[in-house]
Each structure stands twice: as structure tokens, then as C-alpha cells.
């Protein structure tokens, strides 16, 4: 399925501030809110696709390439998976715990007990692509991406050599705060330490405090054979770097096909359209058609029209499950010459005489219909 335009996603045009983007996603996230929408997966698919959109809007680096690129602009950038992502993950992620808090209380209360221990790492997705000779045979491919790993000063810890984090002083490590008081008391997670209960007071100078650093990433991925278009490949653990000794997310790198010359797919079958001469078609031939590995003969027999299909069994690509393989479908289009020299025009009016002395019945009806009296 097509992604959205991400501008659309939170209703905001290609211009807006950072404060409308921070605004918008605010308005759509609290909309479709899983709290407010219980039981509604179409609602929590779209909150899902407002922080995907968030995350490139917000990003001025992001914002830029998909701006000039679109989505293929995003190839390699670390982006996150929302779609495998608890929602709850979602509001820390971005900094707006505080606000849903207040709005959701009991929903985010919850949230920060599980967040006491440790936490998964984030999924992160990229893509690849493939031609069809990769997917005739599968391959192993290098992926090149940038993500948010482990700070090597600080062994992620946040801080700064020698030091450990202290008691948060605004929950008292307990990663969240109450506000209000008696019936209308609401508790939410703490902003200060997003949850964590602990303080950072000599940060680590290489992360800032939060504990990894963008870094470039190098992986090879053994791709099968038959893979199609939009397919996922799992790279378990390479994702980003868990919270409090979690372990890490993984990678889905999904399949793009790139497209061939003379081949179309459909499913495990290939299709390939092959012009010849009229001649060729009226005679008969031996031709070369397309495969995924080159070129392979095809009989054509006398008389064949225009839009005829020939199979060639096996010559197509194999079925990821079972390695069967399709087939090849060749259709026949036939050109019409466009120059013709004077001794071809000669032959040519030799045999139009010839064929106008002995019209074929299905001519002779079509004209006898088109020219009724004549």
C-alpha cells in the first residue's frame, strides 16, 4: 500500500513552521488517540502514520530530503518502524509524555510502571533494491543506514566518565508526578527524566546526556529467492540500542524491484513483449526473446497475428515457499514497416494485387458490411 504525502497525513501545508508541524501532530495524535478510540485499529493505524509523518516534518534533515525526493528520499535515514511500535512508546519518544499525560492520566500512569524496567530498542526499516536477476537466484546485499547507537564514552549511560545517575529531583525516582489533588488528581510521567526516575547532573560531552549518537551502519543481508515487491526481510538486533539493559530493536529492510527493459512480472510468471516483421509473422521464424538470464529461442509459426501468446514453461521466477518456477509469457506485437526501398515497394504491390484477386471470406464479409452497395 502507497504511503500517504506526509503533509496531508497531518493536514498542514508544504510551508508550515516547526510550530505548526509540533501543533498539527498534537491535534491528529489526541484525534485518533487509541484511549479515545478503543478497540479501533483504523484509528490506531492513523495515530501510527501522524509520528511516522512527525518524525521526517520535524527533522529539518529528514524534512529536506523528503521534500526534493519524496519517500525514496528516506532510503538509509534511520527511520522507525511505527507499525511494529506499542503506542505507548510513541509519546516519550517525542517528548510529549506531559501533555497526553494530562489529557490520558490513567493510560500514561500505566505506562511509566512498565517503563520502570528495562525496554526494548526501536525498529528501524530501510530498503533495498533488487533487479530481477536477484530475485531469479536471491542475493546477499550491503546495507548502508545511520541510526542511534550506544554512546562508546559513555557505554550509554549518559554520563560523563567516573559518574552515575543520581535520584531524579523533580519525582524522587519514581518517573512520574501527580498534579491537582483529591477526586481530579492526575498522574503523568515525569518531565524532567521522561519516565526514568533518574538524573543526569555532569552529563556525558559526546551524547549531550542521552546516552547514544547517530553512527553509520554497515550490513549484509542475504535476501531468497522470489521475493516481491514490499516484502520485509527481518535483521534481528539491528535495530536501535533498549533503555535501562533492554534489548535492541530490529531492522526490516523491504524489497523494491527495479524495473526491467523487456520483462514485466506478474506474480511468478514473467511477460515479455516481442515486436516482429510481418513477414516473420506470415512466414514464420525462429527468434531470440528476453529472459532474466538473456535471451533464449522461440518458434514462431506461420501465420501468427498480432497479440498472440507463446509460453515457455520454467523461465520465470521461483515461488519464495516452494522454489517452483513460473513461466514466460511472450506476446507477439508486429510492426508495420515504415520505410520501405523501391524494389520492397514493388514486391509489396505484386502481392497486394495477388491478394486483392483473392480476398479471403472474413475480408470480403467486413467489406461487404463496411460498403453495402458497392
Known sequence: MAK?????????????????????????????????????????????ECAEAYEVLSDSEKR??????????LRGAGMHDFSRMN?????????????????????RGRRTARHAGPVRGYDLETTVELTLDDIADGVEKTIEFTKKDTCDLCSGSGCAKGRSP????????????????GFF????TCPQCKGSGQYISDPCK?????????????????????????????????????????PRGDLYCYVRVKKHEFLQRDGNDLIAV?????????????????????????????????????????????????????????????????????KQQKLLREFAEMENKS???KSKGFFNRLYPSG
Do not use: W
Open 166 to 181: 543520581g535520584k531524579c529531583p523533580t519525582c524522587g525516582g519514581s518517573g512520574q508526578v501527580a498534579r491537582g489533588g
Open 274 to 342: 516481442v515486436p516482429i516483421s510481418f513477414t516473420q509473422a506470415a512466414l514464420g521464424a525462429m527468434i531470440d526473446v528476453p529472459t532474466v538470464k538473456g535471451t533464449q529461442k522461440l518458434k514462431i509459426p506461420p501465420g501468427t497475428q498480432y497479440g498472440n501468446v507463446f509460453r515457455i514453461k520454467g523461465q520465470g521466477l521461483p515461488d519464495v515457499r516452494t522454489s517452483r518456477k513460473g513461466d514466460l509469457f511472450v506476446q507477439i506485437h508486429i510492426e508495420t514497416p515504415v520505410k520501405l526501398n523501391e
Open 206 to 246: 559526546k551524547c549531550k546526556g542521552a546516552g547514544h549518537v547517530p553512527k553509520k551502519r554497515i550490513v549484509s543481508i542475504k535476501i531468497p529467492a522470489g521475493v516481491h515487491e514490499g516484502q520485509g526481510i527481518r535483521v534481528a538486533n539491528e535495530g536501535e540500542p533498549g533503555q535501562r539493559g533492554g
Open 87 to 107: 503506542v505507548e512508546d510513541i509519546f516519550g519518544m517525542f517528548g510529549f509524555d506531559d501533555m497526553f499525560g494530562g489529557i490520558f492520566g490513567g493510560g
Open 4 to 48: 500517504r504525502d506526509y503533509y496531508e497525513v497531518l493536514g498542514i501545508a508544504k510551508g508550515a513552521s516547526d510550530d505548526d508541524i509540533k501543533r498539527a501532530y498534537r491535534r491528529m495524535a489526541m484525534k485518533h488517540h487509541p484511549d479515545k478510540n478503543p478497540d479501533n485499529k483504523e484509528a490506531e493505524a492513523k495515530f501510527k
Open 64 to 73: 529536506q530530503r523528503y521534500d526534493q525526493f519524496g519517500h525514496d528520499g
Open 185 to 188: 488528581q492526575m498522574v503523568s
Open 359 to 361: 480476398v479471403s471470406p
